[in-house]
């Protein structure tokens, strides 16, 4: 099975810097160039404030480093994803694209001059750690975040594999923040995999989109398929705490289960920012249930595809409301090898829905539990244990060990991961409703 759409030039920023969706610069090659009035009063005044702070302040301050000031709060100020990169951070970003690198583990965008967790990433430090979605980073290594840029905040978790870290973590609903020893690995994120939940009821894994998740998604549906021997009676796509990543991974997942239609759109102010995806005929699972998984920390390309698949109502979207991602980000690259990260648009699902702020809402609702054995006092009464009972004729005893067996399964994934288990309950109602058409 083919992946159908092909990739264009977009990438993703980077794994710590915010969960994103970017373009390169060429979406701003076919604007007609026109010179911009400048607002000359204001930049007096700015020229006036400069002279002060540079004759006045009570330490001696480099040109370079009061402009740069200047533009990292021009930038800040405008929204939580636009940013200054100088060159290092530049360079940094383009390392962490490349998907292997020093670190944590875990998304983050700055939130009330804090570090706030979009999502840590699958087998991570972080994640093993037990940090959240929504935890707010206060101290690193006994340092104040508040006053920090996120970059800054993000270079002090980055480090070499094998050095401790430690982060003081407010979580909602505590009453006091707690500190998290954390040591740094390689993070090398393999952003898909898969298992059968049930004989015919598979479960796939997305923790990131990467430009070749496509292509993994395909060969893991593949292995189901072979594992169901072709008969699989649909598929549970989990996207809890996938932060996102590239625009066009994300499309060509959703494509891979579309028959047609837009996947996405993208509108920003100038003609030149409009772009639409759709979708190519062939769908990899020939219409079979699919229940999409999401919670509070899917974001961003997470959310296209729990968009797409929702307004096409191609699947079934379980659990909890979304972040929120809903802007793009452009990487202009400017003098002094340094760069500018600039929202230039917003993304809309196939309905034309924005989702900025807003997330996603689940068709099903699942509640965060925890569900664990309860002891029973008395062993319960059946058929089986009456005096001189029928026996059945089919392996009685065999067919009584295979159920209990079956419980016990059941149970465990309700204990381990309730939100899985309601989700494959969900999944099977919808196979029993299919077959029945």
Known sequence: MATKFKATALMATGVLLGASITL????????ESSPASLPLQELQAFAEILSQVKDNYVEDIDDKELIEHAIRGMLDGLDPHSAYLDSEEYK?????????????????????????????????????????????????????VKGMTLSEAV??????????????????????????????DIIKVESVRSRMLEPRYGYLRISTFSGNTAASVEKQLNKLNQEA??????????????????????????????????????KGRHDSALREFTAKPGDALYDKPIVVLVNEGSASASEIVA??????????????????????????????NAAIKLTTARYYTPNGRSIQAEGIEPDVNIRSLEVSKREQSFTPIT???????????????????????????????????????????????????????
């Open 24 to 31: 390169t610069q060429g979406v701003f090659a076919d604007r």
């Open 92 to 144: 940094e970003m383009s390392i962490s694209t490349s998907g292997k690198f020093g670190g944590l583990g875990i998304e983050v965008q700055m939130y009330n001059g804090f570090v706030r967790v979009v999502s840590p990433i699958d087998d991570t430090p972080a994640s093993r750690a037990g940090i959240e979605a929504g935890d707010l980073i206060v101290r690193i290594d006994e340092k104040p």
């Open 155 to 184: 270079r002090m978790m980055r480090g070499k594999p094998g050095t401790k870290i430690d982060l003081l973590v407010m979580r909602e609903g505590g009453a006091q923040p707690f500190k998290v020893n954390i040591t740094r």
């Open 229 to 266: 021997d072709d008969k699989l009676r649909g598929i549970i796509l989990d996207l809890r705490n996938n932060p996102g990543g590239v625009l066009t991974a994300a499309v060509d997942v959703s494509d891979i289960f579309l028959e047609s239609g837009t996947v996405v759109s993208i």
């Open 307 to 336: 968009g797409a698949l929702q307004d096409h109502q191609r699947a079934v979207i379980a659990g909890r409301k979304t972040f929120g991602k809903g802007s793009v980000q452009t990487i202009v690259p400017v003098r002094n």
């Open 383 to 437: 058929e089986a244990d009456l005096n001189n009972r029928l026996d059945n004729e089919n392996e009685a005893e065999a067919a009584s060990a295979l159920e209990a067996g079956k419980d016990d399964e059941e149970l465990s994934l309700a204990e381990s991961d309730y939100a899985l288990y309601e989700a494959l309950n969900l999944l099977k109602g919808l196979s029993i409703m299919s077959a029945s058409r």
